[in-house]
């Protein structure tokens, strides 16, 4: 298991990563954190049905996962299905489930199948419950800039960067989104370098794709 892990976040051998995982996950015992590493390889590579059925096979055994219940409504969102993947959020919150994995994808599917009004308001509750994430003062940010609120967005970005100095830092990925709908592209694109360097974990996709590991899309 370790060294399954190992390979994905610090040596970057995703096959020898796979073939880890498999070996794991072959034997006759569920192994949760082999689950959730082979479902990250799946989401990377785009492969978001195979990671789809694999949260939800760990969620028959473990209903009370929130991680596996993030990553899974994660893929939802991932795969376009922005109302299923909200509407499995607010039944996972009914049943217990919380964290920030789940608050974020929750603020960014309402944005996809809500009207601004119901949305930015969803955001704004969602962001005062989770004070300390930064992400989701990001995604409201980027939410109200959309919306053509330009200077409570820049607000908060003013907010946001201002800690970079401050002892928690700030979210690099939280400045971009904010960045992104300003128009500021340019100085989104360095936030998110920035992110990548220091989220090895999330910035597995791109490294896929750029040793074409996984095919790059088409981009047209």
Not at 10 to 31: H, K, V, Y
Not at 114 to 139: K, Q
Request: glycine share 8%.
């Amino acid at each position: 298991m370790r060294s399954a892990w190992l390979k994905t976040l610090s040596e970057r051998d995703w096959p020898g990563a796979r073939r880890g995982f498999d070996g794991i996950l072959s034997g006759p015992l569920l192994n949760r954190r082999a689950i959730i590493g082979q479902s990250l390889l799946h989401i990377a590579e785009g492969s978001l049905g195979e990671a789809t059925s694999l949260l939800l096979e760990l969620l028959q055994h473990s209903a009370l996962s929130s991680r596996a219940a993030a990553l899974c409504y994660w893929t939802k969102y991932l795969a376009g299905e922005y109302r299923e993947a909200l509407d499995l959020i607010e039944e996972a919150k009914r049943s217990g489930h919380s964290g920030p994995v789940l608050d974020a994808v929750e603020a960014l599917a309402s944005i996809r199948c809500e009207n601004p009004e119901v949305y930015i308001a969803r955001i704004e509750t969602v962001a005062t419950d989770s004070a300390g994430h930064a992400l989701l003062h990001g995604i409201l940010g980027y939410a109200l800039a959309l919306n053509g609120q330009i200077q409570r967005a820049n607000e908060i970005l003013d907010a946001t960067t201002r800690e970079v100095d401050g002892t928690r830092g700030a979210d690099p990925y939280a400045i971009a989104l904010i960045l992104i709908a300003l128009g500021e592209k340019q100085e989104a694109v360095q936030w998110l370098e920035q992110f990548c360097r220091v989220s090895p974990h999330w910035s597995i996709h791109q490294e896929m794709r750029d040793r074409k590991w996984i095919p790059h899309p088409d981009q047209s």
